[in-house]
Nanobody, 114 residues
Framework: VQLQASGGGLVQAGGSLRLSCTGS????????MGWYRQAPGKERELVAA???????NYADSVKGRFTISNDNAKNTVYLQMNSLKPEDTAVYYC?????????WGKGTEVTVSS
């Protein structure tokens, strides 16, 4: 299983970004997928998750601003991030729970300027 994340960048507060995570070696839709982030000096935290049954959950800090979704045809999971805040600045990682084994993609950096 390999995951390739992309879409990070520099954006002003209030702006939007869409992160993508494309999988190989597994069908994304058959895994519980998650987006995590790690800010400097902080622990990695779960931002959003989507189950194989398409259920979703979000960290309280991003509810109403971020949306996780997947595109089965492209074998990709997305994280749409709107109304970005400086505190959203972090390296974002996608994760696949593949039959109890966790796989991580390389992070993509998001920087939100005030």
């Amino acid at each position: 299983v390999q995951l390739q994340a992309s879409g990070g960048g520099l954006v002003q507060a209030g702006g939007s970004l869409r992160l993508s995570c494309t999988g190989s070696g597994t069908a994304i839709s058959r895994n519980d997928m998650g987006w995590y982030r790690q800010a400097p000096g902080k622990e990695r935290e779960l931002v959003a998750a989507i189950t194989s049954g398409a259920g979703t959950n979000y960290a309280d800090s991003v509810k109403g601003r971020f949306t996780i979704s997947n595109d089965n045809a492209k074998n990709t999971v997305y994280l749409q991030m709107n109304s970005l805040k400086p505190e959203d600045t972090a390296v974002y990682y996608c994760n696949a729970d593949h039959y109890g084994m966790h796989y991580w993609g390389k992070g993509t950096e998001v920087t939100v300027s005030s």
